[in-house]
């Protein structure tokens, strides 16, 4: 499968969505180490561009995404995963990163937190 995938600029983006009711929770990108991870533990891993490393899902926090499904786009530069999250897939507390709705030109929240990220990370 890695090599059918088109890493661009060494990364594939990959959209996370729950297994049972299809909501998106998140959007990440992955290197080939990540998904390679990803595809042998069963358990999301993704690459932070910001600190510049490999990430494994609730490594900190305890919130896995066990993989159920893969899905690969037409482009072969996104997957899709279904997964069965145990806990908040947001950093900031929330079910999904897509907690916001955007109405009349301004940010609603349209969903409570979970957690409270000061508590789980340092």
């Known amino acids: ?9 060494g990364l594939v983006t990959s959209v996370t969505r729950d297994y049972n009711d299809k909501e998106i929770l998140m959007v990440a ?3 080939e180490e990540a998904v390679m ?22 490594q900190e926090s305890g919130n896995k995404q066990r993989v159920k499904d893969i899905r690969i786009d037409c482009d072969s530069d996104a997957l899709l995963f279904d997964v069965e999250p145990e806990g908040p897939a ?3 507390g929330y079910r ?21 990220p000061d508590e789980v990370y340092e």
């Open 1 to 9: 499968m890695l090599n059918s995938l088109n890493f661009k600029k």
């Open 37 to 58: 991870k990803t595809l042998t533990t069963g358990v999301m891993h993704y690459w932070s561009r910001t600190r510049q490393e490999i990430w494994k899902k609730g």
């Open 96 to 116: 999904s990163c897509f907690y916001r709705k955007v109405k009349d030109g301004n940010f609603s929240q349209i969903m409570e937190k979970k957690f409270d």
């Open 90 to 92: 947001c950093h900031k």
């Open 29 to 31: 990108f992955m290197n």
